[in-house]
């Protein structure tokens, strides 16, 4: 199904999913022009790791808003056929991974034009990151799913939060512009899921709160979507309706 809604959305398209490769190319390469100099860093320094941050960021935030259309999205099959609302969460995360693939080609790009650290074996760390986000994916659409079919004004307020958090968090700069105030932005979850991919690409260890960051969120996000989903659940089709 989602490899199905990918195929739909770039049907007649030259380029396909490669569009969204191509504008975060063309995002990456505006500004890491204009921001290492606002930013007083080296480009070769700068650029990397940028790019490693816009690119799981769009994975993050896209997983983020549209999780909020989970469920409406999936009216006409939820309405006629018999299937586990869990699957329109899977649907969801595993295409939006897809995406993530096909952004993700820029990053060796970058790390061969501009190589940096050498690439330890840390770097396979990623493997466990990206599963963690899944999780965290699941549970967000679900979560999200039930409370825009309940509430249609939850859409709209988490694409603003998101558009706000992409400035306050450090995707396109470093925390150590924050000085003594670094670990406000370490301890960050959006800051972590982007952390402990992005950092063992870089050849660099996560902050030291990422991971737990992380986790935390991810146990937590688990057990309240549990619940509340067990709660809610046979409402979910009268809420779409």
Same mark, same amino acid.
């Given at each position: 199904?989602?490899? $199905?809604? /990918? !195929?739909?959305?770039? !049907?007649?398209?030259?380029?396909?999913?490669?569009?969204?490769?191509?504008?975060?190319? *063309?995002? +990456?390469? #505006?500004?890491?022009? *204009?921001?290492?100099?606002?930013?007083?860093?080296?480009?070769?320094?700068?650029?990397?790791? &940028? #790019?490693?941050?816009?690119v799981v960021w769009q994975l =993050?935030? /896209?997983?983020i808003s549209d999780g909020c259309s989970t469920f409406m999205a999936a009216q006409g099959i939820i309405l006629q056929a018999p299937m586990p609302f869990s699957v329109h969460a899977y649907r969801l995360v595993y295409r939006n991974f897809i995406t993530f693939a096909h952004n993700f080609a820029i990053v060796p790009i970058v790390l061969i034009v501009l190589? $940096?650290?050498? +690439?330890?074996?840390?770097?396979?760390? +990623? *493997?466990?990151?990206?599963? &963690?986000?899944? =999780?965290?994916? =699941?549970?967000?659409? +679900?979560?999200?799913?039930m409370a825009s079919a309940r509430f249609r004004d *939850?859409?709209?307020? =988490?694409s603003n939060f998101i558009q706000v958090l992409f400035f306050v968090t450090p995707i396109f700069w470093p925390p150590d512009a924050l000085g003594d105030f670094r670990t406000l932005a370490?301890?960050?979850?959006?800051?972590?899921?982007?952390?402990?991919? !992005? #950092?063992? &690409?870089?050849? &660099?260890?996560p902050a030291p709160y990422s991971w737990i960051s992380l986790i935390v969120v991810t146990i937590l996000g688990c057990?309240? /979507?549990?619940?509340?989903?067990? !709660?809610f659940r046979s409402r979910i089709a009268y809420w779409i309706f």
């Open positions: 199904m989602a490899m $199905q809604d /990918t !195929r739909l959305r770039y !049907r007649g398209s030259l380029l396909g999913p490669f569009w969204l490769t191509l504008s975060t190319g *063309i995002m +990456i390469g #505006a500004m890491g022009v *204009i921001y290492p100099r606002l930013f007083h860093v080296d480009v070769a320094t700068y650029l990397p790791f &940028l #790019a490693t941050g816009l =993050v935030s /896209t997983l190589p $940096q650290k050498a +690439i330890s074996w840390e770097i396979f760390s +990623i *493997i466990p990151a990206l599963i &963690l986000l899944a =999780v965290n994916g =699941v549970w967000l659409s +679900i979560l999200l799913g *939850i859409p709209p307020i =988490v370490e301890i960050n979850p959006l800051f972590s899921a982007v952390d402990v991919v !992005r #950092a063992p &690409l870089l050849g &660099l260890s057990c309240v /979507t549990f619940v509340t989903f067990a !709660r």
